[in-house]
């Protein structure tokens, strides 16, 4: 283990519960941290069936991968301010989702830790389509031979439909 | 504030419920216990190699075979492109290629929810016709007990298998927004509590394209759609009043005021 990866920690959200994570991926030896977010699901009712599935997404991952993984449940920046703080990490390592949640966790982690260094990873795409959307079907025109085929067109334009 | 629970991460299947139970006391709903399918990417991985495809252009009947890949794919247990690539190599013709288009929707919601944020939580676009919804989901609706036959079994297989055939999440859906009157935030809360695949992208906006805030007209079903796509499971021995019962443009006209 480099310096450099001994100083990072990951966090694992619900988006992100495969090995393969691009932010996993990117830091194999890390510590990483996944957290039932608490304030959230005291106020959004969630199955528990869900939470299992989710549980056990965090469990098989930890199983497949040399870094340490822990699973807490508590408010979410908390609990990774603290677990970055208590392996002395300088960076946080995440793969992006789009949620409203994920900025508001991002932003509170900011606030609770501005000299962790948070490095946010892409999410895979299907496509490589980046215009703006409105409808499936022009979308669907604009990207039908990149996904049907798996390479996007010679002379696929990065601009949107309408 | 509560102190942070930590918890094991080598829990067997049969101790799960308990452990994880009482670790999450008061933040689930209904009783603790498994999931009708295993989580993980051990789990997808095998449920997508199991997966052929063969049969895929019946899709659109309740017991034709889809591949129920979604909550691996929410969870990014699996990703897009493997799922891409799997189903490139082992399907053949119109149902590879109407597979591969089903899976762009996933991409396509999850842009969309890039592009709009929170807004995807709110009407995106006027409805297309005069809709006056109520906001809450009715006690009869989330008990399972409207008397209809189909209706209740679409919320007993939410609840009981966390997942539901795409056709019963559009028939709910109609149900729920144009023959009951209700908000589809109010399903939307529903399927998010339940559905295995739940997520803000793929919930809000497919309910928001069945409410027609996300699409240019509202959809809806009759009870030969229904009958036809369920081979007959509930019509055949229903004595209901079928709200169903009607030809499309006599629904149309009942539902929305207008004539096609």
Known sequence: MTAAQARRVVWVHGDSLSVTDPALSACPDAPALF???????????????????????????????????????GAVPDELAAFAGAHHAAELHVTRNFTPDFARIVEGLRAARPDLRIVIHEPERLTSFDGPLRRFFGFWKKVEREVLHGEPAPDFPRRGHR | MTDPVRLPLDLPDDQLPRVLGEALAGLYTGEPRLPARAGGRTAGLAALHAWTGEGYAGRNFLGGNVSRLSMYLRHGMLGLREVAAHARAVMRGRGRDEFLRQLTWAEFYRLVLRQEGA???????????????????????????????????????????????NHERLWFAAYLVHWRGVDWRAGYALFREHLLDGDIANNALSWQWVASTFSNKPYFMNQENIDRYSGGRWCRTCRAACPFRASYGELETQLFGTQP
Do not use: S
């Not at chain 1, 959004?44 to 056990?56: C, D, E, I, T």
């Not at chain 2, 809450?136 to 209706?151: K, Q």
């Open chain 1, 35 to 73: 957290v039932f977010d608490r304030p959230f699901l005291q106020v959004v009712p969630v199955a528990f069936p869900r939470l299992a599935f989710m549980y056990q997404g965090v469990r098989d991952l930890a199983a497949h991968r040399t870094g340490p993984t822990e699973i807490r449940v």
């Open chain 2, 119 to 165: 807004r995807v939580l709110g009407n995106l676009e006027d409805p297309k016709y005069p809709a006056r919804w109520t906001d809450t989901l009715p006690d009869d609706v989330r008990g399972a007990r409207t008397g209809l036959p189909c209706a209740d079994a679409w919320v007993t297989h939410l609840v009981r298998d966390g997942w539901l055939h």
